[in-house]
């Protein structure tokens, strides 16, 4: 399987501390990898540079063998990269539904316009509902989102990704914030996405059955450094990570993010 997207020594450097240091991998087309480590090991300054918030102090950022390192958020979207954050990112006034169609339209290039006939967006609505009903949320798209639950809220914004048609979904901890009771939620989500077979995921999240049960591929990073990048298997025995912060044991009350 193709490399789809790929980092050579990417490294960023803020006032003499250096957050993410020469870290390289490899994920494949049509790939789920979970990026896990201790609080302040990396992971979500590492995200920001694979979405553009951030640009590297050295290192290369290649997307189907393009360097896009110096790429904004926006053009990086519109290559194929989509991006959530541990803050959900919605248009509160909107309907769940408007929020969508909104995404649709943007991907396909078409702004909203005051005298366009209403009927001109029936196609725009009908794709919007087809990811509201794979995100379990087509029963809320009357509904304004300010008036959604939290977890709902992360399933909107999940919907907005693919409805942008982003073929790299980066999924900075979905489940943060969320009750016990919404998490099972936001998880049958990521499976049906997964299940669908057409997009690479990559993950950051502390729930290790999480983990173990979605990826294919874990890496760890630790004081900006990839400690390593395994099977989950192949992590969860790794001495290495073990003795380096999680005590000798490998489990998910030990591990954080």
Same mark, same amino acid.
Request: glycine share 8%; net charge neutral; proline share 3%.
């Given at each position: ?159 907005? $990704? ?87 044991? $490998? ?7």
């Amino acid at each position: 399987m193709s490399t789809l997207i790929e980092t050579s020594d990417l490294s960023i450097t803020f006032g003499g501390h250096t957050a993410v240091d020469s870290v390289s991998i490899s994920v494949p087309e049509k790939h789920f990898k979970s990026i896990i480590g201790p609080n302040g090991a990396g992971k979500t300054t590492f995200f920001n540079l694979l979405s553009g918030q951030l640009t590297p102090t050295q290192g290369r950022i290649y997307y189907r063998g393009k360097d896009i390192t110096k790429f904004s958020p926006t053009n990086r979207t519109r290559e194929g990269i989509g991006r959530s954050f541990q803050i959900t990112n919605v248009f509160p006034n909107l309907t769940v539904l408007e929020n969508v169609r909104l995404a649709v339209q943007s991907q396909a290039g078409i702004r909203y316009q005051l005298l366009f006939h209403y009927k001109k967006y029936q196609a725009f609505e009908e794709k919007a509902l087809e990811w509201l009903k794979l995100v379990l949320l087509d029963d809320k798209k009357d509904s304004l989102a300010s008036n959604l639950a939290h977890g709902e809220k992360r399933k909107l914004e999940i919907a907005m $990704l693919l409805a942008l048609e982003t073929e790299v979904l980066l999924l900075d901890e979905p489940t943060a914030g969320m009750s016990l009771e919404e998490v099972p939620a936001i998880l049958e989500v990521i499976k049906r996405i997964k299940k669908q077979g057409n997009r690479t995921i990559i993950l950051i999240e502390h729930k290790m059955d999480m983990i173990l049960d979605l990826s294919d591929s874990v890496m760890v990073l630790f004081n900006g450094r990839l400690l390593a990048d395994g099977t989950p298997g192949e992590i969860m025995k790794n001495e290495t990570v073990q003795s380096a912060y999680l005590g000798g044991q $490998l489990d998910e009350r030990s591990v954080e993010t």
